[in-house]
Protein backbone atom coordinates (compact mmCIF):
# COMPACT_ATOMS: atom_id res chain seq x y z
CA UNK A 1 0.00 0.00 0.00
CA UNK A 2 1.66 3.36 -1.30
CA UNK A 3 -1.18 4.52 1.17
CA UNK A 4 -2.25 8.88 0.27
CA UNK A 5 0.16 10.47 -2.52
CA UNK A 6 0.58 13.64 -3.79
CA UNK A 7 2.44 15.51 -6.77
CA UNK A 8 4.47 17.54 -6.81
CA UNK A 9 5.91 18.02 -3.46
CA UNK A 10 7.01 21.44 -4.26
CA UNK A 11 6.01 23.97 -7.01
CA UNK A 12 6.77 27.80 -7.58
CA UNK A 13 3.68 29.78 -9.54
CA UNK A 14 3.59 32.93 -11.06
CA UNK A 15 0.34 35.36 -10.52
CA UNK A 16 -2.62 34.27 -12.83
CA UNK A 17 -0.94 30.58 -13.53
CA UNK A 18 -3.13 27.63 -13.14
CA UNK A 19 -2.38 24.73 -11.90
CA UNK A 20 -2.91 20.97 -10.77
CA UNK A 21 -2.53 19.39 -7.53
CA UNK A 22 -2.74 15.50 -7.44
CA UNK A 23 -3.89 13.28 -5.12
CA UNK A 24 -4.30 9.54 -4.99
CA UNK A 25 -4.88 6.65 -2.55
CA UNK A 26 -4.93 3.08 -3.15
CA UNK A 27 -7.00 2.02 0.45
CA UNK A 28 -10.28 1.94 -1.55
CA UNK A 29 -11.29 5.05 1.00
CA UNK A 30 -14.60 6.89 0.21
CA UNK A 31 -14.07 9.97 1.83
CA UNK A 32 -11.17 12.16 0.73
CA UNK A 33 -9.98 15.99 1.11
CA UNK A 34 -7.73 18.83 0.43
CA UNK A 35 -6.31 21.04 3.40
CA UNK A 36 -4.06 24.09 3.35
CA UNK A 37 -1.58 24.26 6.61
CA UNK A 38 -0.29 28.48 7.36
CA UNK A 39 1.92 29.03 10.05
CA UNK A 40 0.08 29.69 13.20
CA UNK A 41 -3.19 28.73 12.21
CA UNK A 42 -4.49 24.63 12.08
CA UNK A 43 -5.26 22.68 9.08
CA UNK A 44 -8.46 24.53 6.79
CA UNK A 45 -10.53 22.20 5.28
CA UNK A 46 -10.66 23.32 0.80
CA UNK A 47 -13.08 20.65 -0.24
CA UNK A 48 -13.56 17.57 0.12
CA UNK A 49 -15.67 14.36 -1.56
CA UNK A 50 -17.22 11.64 0.09
CA UNK A 51 -17.77 9.05 -3.15
CA UNK A 52 -16.94 9.38 -6.86
CA UNK A 53 -18.92 11.89 -8.51
CA UNK A 54 -19.85 14.04 -5.49
CA UNK A 55 -17.78 16.84 -3.82
CA UNK A 56 -18.25 19.84 -1.79
CA UNK A 57 -17.25 23.37 -0.40
CA UNK A 58 -15.02 23.36 2.96
CA UNK A 59 -13.55 25.91 4.85
CA UNK A 60 -11.67 27.77 2.34
CA UNK A 61 -13.18 27.30 -1.31
CA UNK A 62 -12.34 30.44 -3.16
CA UNK A 63 -10.09 30.24 -5.96
CA UNK A 64 -9.92 25.62 -6.24
CA UNK A 65 -11.81 23.95 -7.87
CA UNK A 66 -11.77 19.73 -7.24
CA UNK A 67 -13.89 16.90 -9.08
CA UNK A 68 -13.65 13.31 -8.06
CA UNK A 69 -14.06 10.81 -11.19
CA UNK A 70 -12.96 7.87 -9.48
CA UNK A 71 -12.49 6.56 -5.92
CA UNK A 72 -8.68 6.88 -6.09
CA UNK A 73 -8.08 10.26 -7.73
CA UNK A 74 -9.31 13.85 -5.98
CA UNK A 75 -7.16 16.65 -7.85
CA UNK A 76 -7.41 20.29 -6.17
CA UNK A 77 -7.08 22.93 -8.95
CA UNK A 78 -5.99 26.35 -8.85
CA UNK A 79 -7.38 28.60 -11.18
CA UNK A 80 -5.58 31.69 -11.05
CA UNK A 81 -2.85 31.65 -8.32
CA UNK A 82 -2.65 34.40 -6.20
CA UNK A 83 0.04 34.91 -3.43
CA UNK A 84 -2.35 34.70 -0.62
CA UNK A 85 -3.01 30.57 -1.79
CA UNK A 86 1.26 30.47 -0.48
CA UNK A 87 0.74 27.18 1.50
CA UNK A 88 1.39 23.90 2.40
CA UNK A 89 -1.51 21.59 0.89
CA UNK A 90 -2.41 18.56 2.22
CA UNK A 91 -4.47 15.83 0.66
CA UNK A 92 -6.16 13.05 3.21
CA UNK A 93 -8.20 10.16 3.09
CA UNK A 94 -10.68 7.73 5.05
CA UNK A 95 -13.54 5.48 5.15
CA UNK A 96 -16.82 6.81 6.37
CA UNK A 97 -17.24 5.81 9.51
CA UNK A 98 -17.11 8.46 12.22
CA UNK A 99 -13.71 6.96 13.83
CA UNK A 100 -12.05 5.82 10.84
CA UNK A 101 -8.62 6.94 10.60
CA UNK A 102 -7.45 9.60 8.45
CA UNK A 103 -4.26 8.94 6.51
CA UNK A 104 -2.58 12.41 5.26
CA UNK A 105 -0.21 12.80 2.01
CA UNK A 106 2.98 14.31 2.38
CA UNK A 107 2.16 17.68 1.38
CA UNK A 108 2.51 20.10 -1.79
CA UNK A 109 4.55 22.92 -0.55
CA UNK A 110 3.17 25.75 -3.07
CA UNK A 111 4.34 29.81 -3.43
CA UNK A 112 2.82 31.98 -5.47
CA UNK A 113 5.27 34.91 -6.43
CA UNK B 1 -18.03 29.49 17.60
CA UNK B 2 -16.13 25.94 16.67
CA UNK B 3 -13.11 26.37 18.40
CA UNK B 4 -9.88 23.94 19.47
CA UNK B 5 -7.09 25.78 21.43
CA UNK B 6 -4.09 24.01 22.53
CA UNK B 7 -1.69 24.87 25.03
CA UNK B 8 1.56 25.23 25.07
CA UNK B 9 2.60 26.59 21.66
CA UNK B 10 5.49 25.42 22.16
CA UNK B 11 7.76 23.42 24.55
CA UNK B 12 11.15 22.16 25.22
CA UNK B 13 11.82 19.42 27.26
CA UNK B 14 14.93 17.10 28.01
CA UNK B 15 15.22 13.54 26.74
CA UNK B 16 13.81 10.70 29.48
CA UNK B 17 11.93 13.70 30.27
CA UNK B 18 7.49 13.23 30.95
CA UNK B 19 5.18 16.19 29.01
CA UNK B 20 1.16 17.04 28.85
CA UNK B 21 -0.21 18.99 26.07
CA UNK B 22 -3.42 20.35 26.65
CA UNK B 23 -6.56 20.93 24.50
CA UNK B 24 -9.83 22.68 25.46
CA UNK B 25 -12.35 22.46 22.66
CA UNK B 26 -16.04 24.20 22.29
CA UNK B 27 -17.18 21.98 19.60
CA UNK B 28 -20.84 21.18 19.02
CA UNK B 29 -22.15 18.34 18.32
CA UNK B 30 -19.52 16.63 19.45
CA UNK B 31 -18.26 12.82 17.96
CA UNK B 32 -14.93 12.20 18.63
CA UNK B 33 -11.38 13.73 19.38
CA UNK B 34 -8.20 12.69 17.72
CA UNK B 35 -4.34 13.95 18.08
CA UNK B 36 -2.07 13.72 15.49
CA UNK B 37 1.55 13.77 15.54
CA UNK B 38 3.18 15.99 12.77
CA UNK B 39 7.07 15.70 11.65
CA UNK B 40 8.42 18.83 10.07
CA UNK B 41 7.76 18.33 6.10
CA UNK B 42 5.58 15.42 6.66
CA UNK B 43 1.53 15.37 6.72
CA UNK B 44 -0.10 14.50 10.14
CA UNK B 45 -0.61 10.75 11.11
CA UNK B 46 -2.95 9.67 14.05
CA UNK B 47 -2.22 8.99 17.43
CA UNK B 48 -5.24 8.30 19.29
CA UNK B 49 -9.09 8.88 18.39
CA UNK B 50 -11.66 9.01 21.93
CA UNK B 51 -15.20 9.04 21.68
CA UNK B 52 -17.53 10.63 24.37
CA UNK B 53 -17.59 7.50 26.18
CA UNK B 54 -13.72 6.68 26.53
CA UNK B 55 -11.58 9.02 29.13
CA UNK B 56 -8.21 7.40 28.15
CA UNK B 57 -6.47 6.12 25.11
CA UNK B 58 -2.96 4.78 24.56
CA UNK B 59 -0.59 4.22 22.22
CA UNK B 60 3.18 3.48 22.92
CA UNK B 61 4.53 5.60 25.19
CA UNK B 62 1.68 8.17 24.14
CA UNK B 63 -1.81 8.38 26.62
CA UNK B 64 -4.56 10.22 25.74
CA UNK B 65 -7.25 11.39 27.94
CA UNK B 66 -10.79 13.11 27.26
CA UNK B 67 -13.16 15.05 30.03
CA UNK B 68 -16.01 15.76 28.19
CA UNK B 69 -18.02 17.44 30.98
CA UNK B 70 -15.21 19.85 31.19
CA UNK B 71 -14.26 19.76 27.08
CA UNK B 72 -10.53 19.43 27.60
CA UNK B 73 -8.16 16.36 26.71
CA UNK B 74 -4.51 15.98 27.53
CA UNK B 75 -1.66 14.21 25.83
CA UNK B 76 0.62 12.64 28.12
CA UNK B 77 4.12 11.44 26.61
CA UNK B 78 5.93 9.66 28.88
CA UNK B 79 9.75 8.98 28.72
CA UNK B 80 10.26 11.54 25.63
CA UNK B 81 12.82 10.46 22.65
CA UNK B 82 14.10 12.81 20.41
CA UNK B 83 12.20 11.23 17.66
CA UNK B 84 9.28 12.98 19.91
CA UNK B 85 10.33 16.10 18.70
CA UNK B 86 7.16 17.75 16.27
CA UNK B 87 4.07 19.46 16.04
CA UNK B 88 1.01 17.56 18.16
CA UNK B 89 -2.37 18.30 17.10
CA UNK B 90 -5.71 18.20 18.69
CA UNK B 91 -8.51 17.54 16.51
CA UNK B 92 -12.71 17.54 16.80
CA UNK B 93 -14.91 16.11 14.80
CA UNK B 94 -18.16 16.90 15.20
CA UNK B 95 -19.99 13.78 13.99
CA UNK B 96 -20.99 15.13 10.08
CA UNK B 97 -17.50 14.15 8.54
CA UNK B 98 -15.79 17.83 9.69
CA UNK B 99 -12.82 18.17 11.49
CA UNK B 100 -11.84 21.47 13.48
CA UNK B 101 -8.29 21.41 13.78
CA UNK B 102 -6.40 23.08 16.47
CA UNK B 103 -3.17 24.62 15.98
CA UNK B 104 -0.80 22.56 17.28
CA UNK B 105 1.79 21.94 19.74
CA UNK B 106 5.73 22.18 18.73
CA UNK B 107 7.39 20.25 21.29
CA UNK B 108 11.18 20.20 21.01
CA UNK B 109 13.49 17.30 22.65
CA UNK B 110 16.86 17.94 23.68
CA UNK B 111 19.34 15.53 24.43
Known amino acids: NAGVTQTPKFQVLKTGQSMTLQCAQD?????MSWYRQDPGMGLRLIHY???????DQGEVPNGYNVSRSTTEDFPLRLLSAAPSQTSVYFC????????????FGPGTRLTVL | KNQVEQSPQSLIILEGKNCTLQ??????????LRWYKQDTGRGPVSLTI?????NTKSNGRYTATLDADTKQSSLHITASQLSDSASYIC??????????FGQGTTLQVKP
Open chain 1, 49 to 55: SVGAGIT
Open chain 1, 27 to 31: MNHEY
Open chain 2, 23 to 32: CNYTVSPFSN
Open chain 2, 91 to 100: VVSKGTGKLI
Open chain 1, 92 to 103: ASRGLGERDTQY
Open chain 2, 50 to 54: MTFSE
